[in-house]
């Protein structure tokens, strides 16, 4: 099983195989492979145009998404949370209709004719990393999941084109 989350550690291995995350893992049991770089910045609906308020679409009000709804804010300080989603494509598919703007991955953005990037601002990159348990670092299976991962990062569009 492949597990895209922020929450990958000793005691959940046996119900993931290997988990791409952002965050290089420190446990001892959690062997981690470098995919790449992963870009993410401020998207809105193409040609949408707001007054001095911008509307943001945030992450529930939850202790786990405290530091990204803060680093909304921080990035955007005229900003507001007005709308909450649970995952980057909900965040995503409220962007497109237009309710606000979004902090998302440019591999996604970049690939939506409906999106465009909000002008102003930055984008901001981590390292993207593979991470399995050191038990199944030696799995035919897992090592060909991750020469897979590492190919299709190498060719995804990770950077805005501007």
């Not at 981590?126 to 035919?140: C, F, K, P």
């Amino acid at each position: 099983m492949l597990a895209q989350s922020t929450v990958f550690d000793a005691q959940n291995v046996d119900s993931v195989d290997l988990a791409v995350r952002t965050v290089e893992p420190t446990h001892p049991e959690m062997v981690a492979r470098r995919l790449g770089v992963q870009a993410t910045a401020f998207y809105q609906a193409r040609g949408q145009t707001w007054s001095d308020d911008l509307p943001l679409i945030g992450l529930p009000s939850t202790p786990g998404h405290a530091k990204y709804n803060e680093y909304l804010l921080k990035q955007v300080p005229n900003g507001r949370i007005i709308a909450r989603a649970n995952t980057e494509a909900r965040i995503t598919d409220m962007v497109r209709r237009g309710m606000g703007i979004g902090f998302v991955d440019c591999f996604v953005a970049e690939l939506e004719p409906e999106l465009e990037r909000l002008p102003g601002f930055g984008l901001s990159e981590a390292a993207l990393w593979a991470v399995v348990h050191v038990e199944m670092r030696r799995s035919a299976r897992v090592r060909a999941v991750l020469d897979l991962l590492v190919q299709l990062v190498a060719r995804a569009p990770m950077h805005p084109v501007v």
